[in-house]
């Protein structure tokens, strides 16, 4: 018989019951008590409908109120010493880890993988050591044994949680550490065993990356002592081909290694071409756990029965990797045509449709006939569809020339036009573009779009957060400003409800970070721009300022890594038709007579493949799709961009390959380390964010002067901007306007200390 699993399941919950429960905690609207009901009676919910759908073994341990590795930090007793707390670590403690406090910064928050989702990074010293606290894990585990549930509890392995943290301190490496953290797994594993355990899941997707050999070599004997005293290990890989590693793994006293067939379908032919290991229990994902679209039943069906064939009950089938990057059930849709609800699969769905491969393989495909033919016709419903291809967009990308991804003159040139447009003073100070989203703007927005409020009232009442915004900015002195984005509830979403090929779903949350989520639009056909985006509102907010305003748009990059996208055409083609589209917004924020317009590329980088092989590929369309939107502009308009919360060192070249005149980014959370790089240049304006948006806490002049007297050791004084690492919106005006009055104080204070003979000139446009 065939063994089905799933890797992981969101811990948000179907109306994202936990991100309600999470933010009424903060505000102090519930107690510890009430947060671990909630907590309690989601895992129950989602695993019983995990069960429902058939599964032999469902994932236990994976949930999380904030996030996975911040919980492992918290298991394996390694939270930095920073924080000055000693053993369990309760929610007020956790929290803190997670968001700051007072004393101590929030650890870093970075992507996990090429996912939209982001981590708590681990921080090490040559001191850390590991100790395990379970508690809370084995609760859970317990939870789930009481519901006489099928539990298969689940860890991130310890090569991953090392490989994912952070050096905190020169000359020792992290893999020094396994030998200490070893022992802490060993313990949390024994107890597993001990609890009667059968199987527990090690996920390890660090396999995906490029792992240094030091790594690989570690995997024998570190697996060797985890196997002596746990349950049966799953070893789980994901998101990428694990390449050479394969044989090692294949030969690992692992009880079964989980293949990501989704991502590189070949892991399968190359796994059983190698040696039989028949102590090994071979998993294979063949379901897409982060896509949309339904699986192509009789592919994967003749993929499995090949692996059968050899493997017997050996075989065991899943999701390629956890489901926490897809919504949680399909079926919660109501508004989303027909025809395009035929092509879908969510979380749920996607576990049926293991229940059904699993029923093809072992009692044969005539069993699963019904469900073959009707996937079958979706498929085909899908590729002969009228509603997919737009003749006009694949013409103009046809046609597109050299010269539309690129800028009249070179930067140089460019700059000196800008300089003598907008006479901006030195360490000019901006925002990232929203500012907080009071209740009162969401419930505006919500009204507007229930039709309960006219479209004249809705207007006029965002025209007011706009004025409002604008005063503000010019009372707090910021040199350009921002229309704040009242009239946005997601950046791209924003503008894929604007644009043609996009389709939206009510209930489609996906995690982003702790109680935050995101609502990916659907990308299924091609993309086009009917008509002007977000012209009306950066012309109102301009016409109340002399001061500029910035046009404020979402990159082709971002649309479409932070979309469900296409799986019928490449990223890179997709990317295409959606810069045409930001060009043609390009060209009329700047016939309106708006002169600076940012173009966001937050995910720039996670759009990056894992393996480095792929890199140069990717980074050369990437660069070229943001040219694409950005150039079709004269010199004395200025085209910022903006990064944030992912590694750039890396790929500094690409970023400045973007060409954009000023790029803001985010810096403070890491302290500047991509700055203090000696590799690090970037030929062009940049300002690197001096306070983490992300934190309560309102940010000190004295800090802000200190940490732009840093920068000024890595970009000059002409290139230097100053602005918040990321955007406001989710924090409150109490907060943020404290934090820009000190900012705006902080850049002054350097004026004064580098310039003292310049006044301080107001900006005309
Ligand atoms: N302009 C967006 C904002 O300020 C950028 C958000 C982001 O970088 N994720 O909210
Ligand atoms: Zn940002």
Known sequence: MTTTHNLGFPSIGHKRELKKALEFYWQGQCNDETLVTIGRHLRAKHWHLQQETGLDWVPVGEFSYYDRMLDMICLLGSVPKRFGFDGEIGFAEYFALARGNKAQPALEMTKWFDTNYHYIVPEFTAETTFEAFPEKFLGMVEEALQLNLAAKPVLIGPLTFLCLGKEKEDGFERLSLLSRLIPAYQSILSQLKARGIEWVQLDEPALALDLPQAWVQQLQPAYKALAQVAPKILLTTYFESVGDSLPLLKSLPVAGLHLDLTAAADQLEAYLSLPDNADQVLSVGVVDGRGIWKTDLQAALSMLEKARLRLGDRLWVAPGCSLLHVPVDLAQETTIEPELKDWLAFGLQKLQELNTLRQGLDLGASSIQGELAANRQSMQNRAHSGHICNPQVRERIRNLSADAAMRQHDFSIRQKRQQEKFRLPLFPTTTIGSFPQTDEIRELRSASKKGKISGADYEFAMRSEIRECIEMQEKMGLDVLV?????????????????????????????????????????????????????????????????PVKGMLTGPVTILQWSFYRNDQSREETALQIALAIRDEVCDLEQAGIRVIQIDEPAYREGLPLKRKDWNAYLEWASRVFRVAASGVGDDTQIHTHMCYSEFHDIMPAIAAMDADVITIEASRSDLELLQRDSFHYPNEIGPGVYDVH???????????????????????????????????????????????????????????????????????
């Open 483 to 547: 229309h704040g984005e009242p009239e946005r509830n997601d950046m791209v979403e924003y503008f894929g409800e604007q644009l043609q090929g996009f389709a939206f779903t009510q209930h489609g949350w996906v995690q982003s970070y702790g109680s935050r989520c995101v609502k990916p639009p659907v990308i299924y056909g091609d993309v086009w721009r009917e008509q002007s985006m977000t012209v009306s509102w950066i012309r109102y907010a301009q016409s109340l300022t002399t001061r």
């Open 695 to 765: 934190s309560p806490e309102v940010p000190e002049v004295g800090q802000m002067v200190a940490l732009l007297e840093k920068m000024r050791g890595a970009v000059a004084d002409d290139n230097l901007w100053v602005n918040p690492d990321c955007g406001l919106k989710t924090r409150q005006w109490k907060e943020v306007k404290p934090a820009l009055e000190n900012m705006v104080a902080a850049a002054r204070q350097l004026r004064e200390k580098v310039q003292p003979e310049k006044q301080v000139s107001l900006t005309n446009i």
